[in-house]
């Protein structure tokens, strides 16, 4: 175990990278940081997370900001529905957890936004508990040193050598470790991660629902209010496909309809 954990380390130690959510233990930040880094690359979460957090620097900014504007501040991050569960979680902690964010799992899971990979890394990185998850970088270390010739690989046959192999005197740090040793991993040919049970490759962006719901929440935050042919119009997209994603966003929060006019939530 021990030279398994230097293999990891002493990569760690030569190539570590230095990212900003690594150099605070608020836990605020740090929820932050794990929120936008859900199926979204360092990369991108490099250039919002600090204008994120200069614009919302604590739960209580952030709850009793207009969802218009943190919406236009996540712009650019895409998945939208982060950042309305993100103040949704805000709004909720400064109600019923008097503006603290909790540090146990059960608490930090229901919380809107926060499933079990996002919670464990809270409790390890603000927290420094002895949790074990698993997140895509975590997963593809262990896939390539323990199940080197499997296809199919579930979670729960990982999460016990997550566990075992856990370093509980430097949690934070073999989490970074085990992190940027799976980073670099996936340049491998096959990436490990396809020999997965839970691998899925997403589905291009362009054309997508996805790309029509973003095009109507950037057309919405540029404009007051539009029409639904306003909309299609505005966005190249067939009144169909622009009505379907509108009534997914009414749902969900993002939108309000008064009369035939359209417009962003001011609240959530």
């Known amino acids: 175990m021990e030279s398994w954990r230097?293999?990891?380390?002493?990569?760690?130690?030569?190539?570590?990278?230095?990212?900003?959510?690594?150099?605070?233990?608020?836990?605020?930040?740090?929820?932050?940081?794990?929120?936008?880094?859900?199926q979204t690359q360092v990369e991108r979460v490099l250039s919002k997370y600090g204008q994120f957090l200069n614009r919302f620097p604590n739960l209580a900014t952030l709850a009793r900001a207009p969802w218009p504007e943190v919406l236009a501040v996540w712009q650019g991050l895409g998945y939208n529905r982060r950042a309305l569960a993100l103040k949704r979680l805000a709004q909720e902690v400064m109600v019923k957890g008097d503006g603290r964010l909790p540090d146990r799992e059960e608490d930090l899971r229901a919380l809107p936004g926060?499933?079990?990979?996002?919670?464990?890394?809270?409790?390890?990185?603000?927290?420094?508990?002895?949790?074990?998850?698993?997140?895509?970088?975590?997963?593809?270390?262990?896939?390539?040193?323990?199940?080197?010739?499997q296809n199919g690989v579930k979670d729960r046959e990982i999460l016990p050598l997550v566990q075992q192999t856990l370093d509980r005197e430097r949690v934070r740090e073999w989490y970074y470790a085990l992190?940027?040793?799976?980073?670099?991993?996936?340049?491998?040919?096959?990436?490990?991660?396809?020999?997965?049970?839970?691998?899925?490759?997403?589905?291009?962006?362009?054309?997508?629902?996805?790309e029509v719901r973003s095009l109507i929440l950037k057309t919405l935050l540029a404009?007051?209010?539009?029409?639904?042919?306003?909309?299609?119009?505005?966005?190249?997209?067939?009144?169909?496909?622009?009505?379907?994603?509108?009534?997914?966003?009414?749902?969900?929060g993002f939108v309000v309809c008064r009369g035939e006019q359209l417009r962003l939530a001011s609240r959530v």
């Open 223 to 252: 404009a007051p209010a539009e029409s639904l042919e306003e909309l299609a119009a505005g966005i190249g997209k067939s009144r169909t496909r622009t009505r379907t994603a509108l009534k997914q966003l009414i749902a969900e």
């Open 114 to 149: 926060i499933g079990p990979a996002t919670a464990g890394a809270i409790l390890a990185f603000a927290f420094e508990q002895p949790v074990a998850f698993i997140e895509t970088n975590i997963r593809r270390v262990f896939l390539h040193f323990f199940f080197n010739e």
């Open 179 to 210: 992190m940027d040793y799976g980073a670099q991993l996936k340049g491998l040919a096959p990436n490990p991660n396809r020999r997965s049970a839970h691998y899925a490759r997403q589905s291009p962006f362009t054309g997508s629902n996805r």
């Open 6 to 38: 230097g293999i990891i380390y002493r990569y760690y130690q030569a190539h570590k990278r230095e990212l900003p959510w690594r150099q605070t233990w608020d836990p605020y930040h740090i929820l932050v940081s794990e929120i936008m880094l859900q």
